[in-house]
């Protein structure tokens, strides 16, 4: 999840200054972000680890937005079908009633539950007054998708993060008030590169690897209001990774393991 920007046409050029479209409201202090939902135990982007993140205290629940040949809107983080489900091609070449009848696999080959990939009207309905969206953009209609949205009485508990210059722009016409998340280009490794970079594209929330932030970057960032809450998914992640960000002075994390920084974080009293 880093996409460089630089090929992105400003929204506003020009501008020096600007204010950020506030993130969600949460009722924690440290947002904690469950990458895919809290896989751990369920297979990724279902409702069952979107639940789970749920029961776990997680602020968030990312899910992968993509179309189907009939215009639907579901979560599935590949373009195909094939490492999740028992199912062989693209997203975008089945209809919803096709893809309903797939199976998503487990990585527990003793788990006989049935898994389905899940629509974005369920994970809407899963999630409405228990825990806020984190939407990765991949391949939807940025009016459709909000429509749905607004819907579901949902406006207030999603951020949408941002793949391309078109969905940047796309959301801005769409709602101009939906918090957007953008990477900051691994390129940017100063305070004076990253001033630029805000000043430049304006987004509301910022992403990134949690390395690549320094202290002085996350205060840059608090300075305009602009929360930053980085990926720290990683194979090896834990505890260490964890105390690293929060010597940065970071206050949000995505992550493969939300129930464990949950846990963490209270008994560092941040929770």
Request: glycine letters at 6%; aromatic letters at 10%.
């Amino acid at each position: 999840m880093n996409f460089s920007f630089i090929t992105i046409i400003a929204f506003i050029a020009g501008l020096t200054s600007f204010t950020p479209n506030p993130a969600p409201k949460s009722k924690h202090k440290f947002i904690v972000a469950a990458h895919r939902g809290d896989h751990v135990i369920y297979p990724e982007n279902t409702l069952a680890a979107y639940e789970e993140a749920i029961r776990n205290e997680a602020d968030y629940v990312e899910i992968d937005l993509r179309t189907t040949k009939d215009g639907e809107l579901v979560s599935m983080h590949d373009g195909t079908i094939n490492r999740m489900t028992d199912g062989k091609g693209n997203v975008k070449d089945f209809t919803l009633d096709e893809l309903e009848q797939l199976k998503v696999k487990s990585k527990d080959t003793t788990d006989k539950t049935v898994y389905r990939i899940p629509t974005f009207k369920q994970i809407l309905t899963a999630c409405k007054n228990k825990i806020n969206i984190y939407l990765d953009f991949k391949a939807a209609d940025p009016e459709q998708a909000y429509q749905m949205i607004k819907q579901y009485g949902m406006e207030k508990q999603v951020l949408v993060y941002i793949n391309s210059a078109t969905q940047f722009t796309g959301w801005r016409k769409a709602a101009p008030k939906m918090p957007l998340m953008l990477s900051m280009p691994d390129s940017i490794k100063t305070v004076a590169a990253m001033e630029s970079f805000i000043n430049k594209y304006q987004p509301d929330i910022l992403d990134g690897s949690y390395n690549q932030y320094t202290s002085e970057m996350v205060a840059l960032a608090a300075k305009y209001n602009i929360p930053a809450w980085p990926d720290i998914q990683s194979a090896g992640e834990g505890p260490a990774d964890w105390n690293k960000a929060l010597e940065k002075g970071l206050k949000g994390l995505q992550t493969d393991h939300p129930a464990l920084l949950v846990k963490f974080l209270k008994e560092k009293g941040l929770r």
